[in-house]
């Protein structure tokens, strides 16, 4: 299939050289603009992905200094508060994601859309990883006539926090978050966020302190599965890879709690891998989505606003973890 250019605005960043790996891998054909403020680096990156070229980004141009340049859709990798790449986006009537917003913050590009509902399909995809706990969740759901209850457990080792802009990313959540959104018997709770402290046990059984966090997922999860009480934990520290003397990895364990289909009550445990960490996790989910979005794999998908879980098929996903290094797995869980 042919298309115009996918541009990665922050390409040549840490998450943005994977997307365009694994974009590159699955799709040799399709075109890609490596988009940054430092050109050289652009161009290098550009080099090394191949069927790419380097572009200089500038968010204070309606045209992202592109001109009249087609592009088949936007991907942005690092906090826009311009809104600047989404803008551009409906402009050009093509699919747009980002990946940096906070619970809080969605506002800016929920107003965006609601003015514009039919310029260009809109992902705010920063659900966890783009979708690392969303989707298997969704997965394990098949098995539930009833959700009750999911709560969603992550470890992330300090060395994994990714370049400067995820780590700029990162330090302004914590900042900006003075509350933390959790679901509890069916409400929508903030939380002050120092009155959140509670720990989590990693796969390996280790007890590690943590704290109550509200990505995206907390939102899809409650309105997808319907369940009246959605936590997600997370713990900055060491992984149980690392602890036998592996290499660094992400952990999630995702705990659902329910009735099957026979109306009998249910709790299954998952817990998703990647020995890469965050960064390939997150790098493999962008690219899923924008060949989801631009009918590389699927049908091209229809403006609206969605999260990742909205649009990744689950085994879609599960195969390209797989392929990538990742596991996901059920675990046993004791007789409840």
Not at 24 to 45: Q, T, Y
Not at 150 to 162: P, S
């Amino acid at each position: 299939m042919s298309c115009d250019p996918i541009l990665l605005v922050g390409g040549s960043g840490v998450v943005g050289q994977q997307t365009a790996r694994h974009l590159r891998k699955a799709h040799p054909a399709v075109p890609l603009l490596i988009g940054g403020r430092d050109l050289s680096r652009a161009e290098a990156v550009a080099k090394k992905i191949g069927n790419a070229e380097a572009v200089v980004v500038d968010l204070d141009a309606a045209d992202l200094n592109l001109g009249a340049r087609a592009v088949s859709a936007v991907a942005v990798f690092f906090k826009d508060d311009k809104i600047a790449a989404l803008r551009f986006a409906q402009s050009r009537g093509v699919p747009y994601i980002s990946i940096s917003s906070g619970v809080q913050e969605i506002g800016p590009e929920v107003a965006a859309f609601m003015q514009r509902p039919q310029a260009a399909p809109i992902v705010l995809g920063a659900e966890w990883f783009i979708g690392a706990a969303t989707v298997p969740a969704m997965d394990t759901a098949k098995d539930f006539k009833q959700v009750d209850s999911v709560t969603v457990r992550a470890v992330v080792e300090e060395g994994d926090i990714g370049g400067p802009a995820t780590y700029k990313d990162m330090e302004r959540l914590i900042q900006a978050m003075p509350a933390v959104l959790t679901v509890k018997d069916g409400n929508y709770l903030w939380l002050k966020a120092e009155d959140t402290p509670t720990s989590l046990q990693a796969l390996d059984g280790t007890e590690m302190t943590a704290e109550i966090y509200s990505p995206y997922d907390v939102l899809s999860l409650a309105n997808e599965t319907g369940a009246a009480n959605v936590e997600f934990r997370l713990a900055i520290g060491e992984s149980s890879s690392s602890r036998r003397g592996e290499p660094l990895s992400t952990e999630i364990i995702i705990d659902m709690y329910g009735k099957d289909h026979a109306n009998q009550p249910l709790h299954k445990r998952r817990a998703v891998v990647h020995p890469e960490g965050q960064i390939a996790l997150s790098g493999m989910g962008v690219a899923l989505v924008l060949e989801r979005l631009l009918g590389l794999s699927g049908r091209p998908v229809a403006a609206g606003l969605y999260f990742p879980s909205q649009l990744l098929d689950p085994q879609v996903y599960l195969t390209r973890l797989h392929e990538a290094g990742g596991e996901s797995f059920m675990m046993n869980v004791d007789a409840d």
